[in-house]
């Protein structure tokens, strides 16, 4: 009888959510040619018909935050501005913390991602969070306390961008997953 018992403890335990994440694997992604498998907990959406996106996934929110983080990762093969464009554009997705300079919100540095030269943006703040990212008529609702991790990237095809965002203690949860995934791209 206890053996039994001890048996559908232990099913019961590899079956549930909260099991360890080491135990399972995550989704293999392929960019510019690089494969990456993205941390177990990091999970896979289907997306909409005709989304922009290649891939979306939700990170599992922190303790205390109101919802999951969004990780979307794009290509566009051309006709979408150089990588300083790209950069303030998402800049501007943020207002900054009153009295906090720019220098102290946004962080940027190069990394590479593979073989390519990159650029890796890092912005704290309150979040300009619309319905259609790109309708200027779209709602915006501020969240404040986010942070957006944005990476992009150009090979011979096209330009490749990774947006993290979330809210901030939820980024900050998942920031050394998402640098560990970006170093294994090979």
Same mark, same amino acid.
């Given at each position: 009888?206890?053996?039994?018992?001890?048996?559908?403890?232990?099913?019961?335990?590899?079956?549930?959510?909260?099991? !360890? $994440?080491?135990? @399972?694997?995550?989704? #293999?992604?392929?960019?510019?040619? &690089? *494969?990456?498998? =993205?941390?177990?907990?990091?999970?896979?959406?289907?997306?909409?018909?005709?989304?922009?996106?290649?891939?979306?996934?939700?990170?599992?929110?922190?303790?205390?935050?109101?919802?999951?983080?969004?990780?979307?990762?794009?290509?566009?093969?051309?006709?979408?501005?150089?990588?300083?464009?790209?950069?303030?554009?998402?800049?501007?997705?943020?207002?900054? !913390? $009153?009295?906090? @300079?720019?220098?102290? #919100?946004?962080?940027?540095?190069? &990394? *590479?991602?593979? =073989?390519?030269?990159?650029?890796?943006?890092?912005?704290?703040?309150?979040?300009?969070?619309?319905?259609?990212?790109?309708?200027?008529?779209?709602?915006?609702?501020?969240?404040?306390?986010?942070?957006?991790?944005?990476?992009?990237?150009?090979?011979?095809?096209?330009?490749?961008?990774?947006?993290?965002?979330?809210?901030?203690?939820?980024?900050?949860?998942?920031?050394?997953?998402?640098?560990?995934?970006?170093?294994?791209?090979?």
């Amino acid at each position: 009888m206890r053996l039994l018992l001890a048996a559908a403890l232990a099913a019961a335990a590899a079956s549930s959510p909260s099991a !360890p $994440a080491q135990d @399972k694997k995550g989704t #293999a992604v392929e960019l510019g040619g &690089l *494969k990456s498998t =993205t941390p177990a907990d990091w999970k896979e959406e289907a997306l909409p018909a005709k989304s922009m996106r290649m891939n979306t996934f939700k990170l599992p929110k922190a303790d205390g935050d109101p919802e999951d983080a969004d990780l979307g990762l794009f290509f566009f093969r051309g006709n979408a501005g150089t990588i300083q464009q790209n950069l303030e554009r998402q800049e501007k997705k943020f207002e900054l !913390p $009153a009295g906090t @300079k720019p220098e102290d #919100a946004i962080k940027v540095e190069k &990394l *590479k991602v593979g =073989t390519f030269d990159g650029v890796y943006q890092d912005i704290r703040g309150t979040y300009l969070k619309k319905t259609a990212p790109f309708d200027p008529n779209a709602k915006t609702t501020k969240v404040e306390n986010y942070r957006q991790l944005y990476v992009i990237f150009e090979t011979k095809d096209g330009q490749y961008y990774m947006t993290l965002v979330g809210p901030a203690k939820t980024v900050e949860k998942h920031k050394k997953g998402f640098d560990e995934w970006l170093k294994n791209f090979k």
